[in-house]
């Protein structure tokens, strides 16, 4: 069946995307349409349907103006879990505008984590006045969850869970289960907890199914080796769930009791920010987002680019150092980028790799020396073969094979510069506390442009000294 045939059939079954990806105009119109006739059946019988994550793309697919205004104009039956797949500006621009009892209403449908993710980004004052509306019980989760730091698995936590003693029967697990209105909607382990909610152990949705109802918790139980604490990282916690192949893990405080649960969702999504926050911070981005202000994502960039600035003036004074050197020839002027470019290129090569691989913590102490070899021959390598290609090129290009040789071994050094200071400079940001994949990038570029610059010039000054 042709492609087109195929967005055919899925917008006939009530896809909102295009081919592309993008939130169709058509319906988009529907809805600018519904909102300035104030139609609210309309739009809740267009949008109920959608997944939270589909409605999110809606919302920030809208005009700025139209966001609030739809969420005001569905009251009741907007979905507040869609905001919690937009962009935070977005998220805030919209909450922040909104009456905290309206808010304090909508929370209470949400699970625990996507309402902790909502309010953590509210005022102080405007999170008290909404966690006081709230039933007793919900009102001390939350603020439990909002006590513990951000990016932590507390945070990321859901508060839902299903927990029995180890003595009850599996028959009396499943009647639990069956009749207890307040469980989760959807979970995958029961846990097993002793009279003071310490953790002991877990039970497999299809264990429980699969045994007569007179066994014993405690017979069919396993025990939880890969519980979480409830400070750990949540980008640590994301890669425990990868080793392990987990799809929720049990979350314990400081005395191993249970607290909450993480679920393969939340990891996906810690999974993804953190790699996103890796990508804009190797760019110098910092955390912007799409929805962002121009003069806020000026501001944002301009420290990078003020750094940035600093390094290009000292490969300036760098080359200013053989200025008399760079008179006698102007070939040097026009070859000078060449040899910068390339170290600066493959010590972002290099950089990218060691930064990602220290973010999943594939480099540890045990192969770090193999790494740091391996890539030092890489450097090696592509330097003797690059430098065999631009001194050639150099050579036949100023009728000059003296100057083809000088830098065919400022190539060699710069590649070879570029591969140390690509694995190296990261693992030493690494070693004593700073974040690697923001601040590698202007150590690196500054070596490279200082190496590339002196070496190449260095060479030059040195070997037509000697003719």
Known sequence: MAEDELVVDDEQHGSIYTETGAVRQDLLAGIEAAIAASDHDWLRQELIRLHSSELGDVIEALPPDQRLALVTLLKGDFDFAALTEVDEAIRLEIVDQLPNDQIALAVQELDSDDAVYILEDLEEEDQEEILRQLPFTERVRLRRSLDFPEETAGRRMATEFVAVPPFWTVGQTIDYMREDKDLP?????????????????????DRILRTQRAEKIESVMHETRHAIPVEMDQEEAAQRFERYDLLSAAVVDENDRLVGVLTIDDVVDVIQEEAEEDIKALGG??????????????????IWLLMNLGTAVLASMVIGLFD?????????????????SMGGNAATQTMTVAVRALATRDIDIYNAARIIRRETLVGLLNGVMFAV???????????????GGVIAAAMVINMLAAALAGILIPLILDKIGAD???????????????????????????????L
């Open 185 to 205: 909607e959807t979970f995958s382990q029961i846990f097993v907890i002793d009279p003071g909610f310490r953790l002991l152990g877990a039970v497999d949705l």
């Open 285 to 302: 981005v910092g955390d912007e987002e799409l929805s962002d202000t121009t003069l806020e994502i000026a501001r944002s960039r301009f």
């Open 324 to 340: 008399a050197t760079i008179e006698q020839m102007v070939a040097l002027a026009i070859l000078m980028p060449i040899v910068a």
């Open 389 to 403: 290609l631009i001194g050639i090129l150099a050579a036949l290009w100023f009728d000059n094979v003296s100057l």
């Open 436 to 466: 690697p994949a923001i601040a590698s990038g202007v150590f690196v570029t500054t070596v490279t442009d200082i190496v590339g610059f002196f070496a190449f010039l260095g060479l030059a000054a040195w070997w037509f000294a000697l």
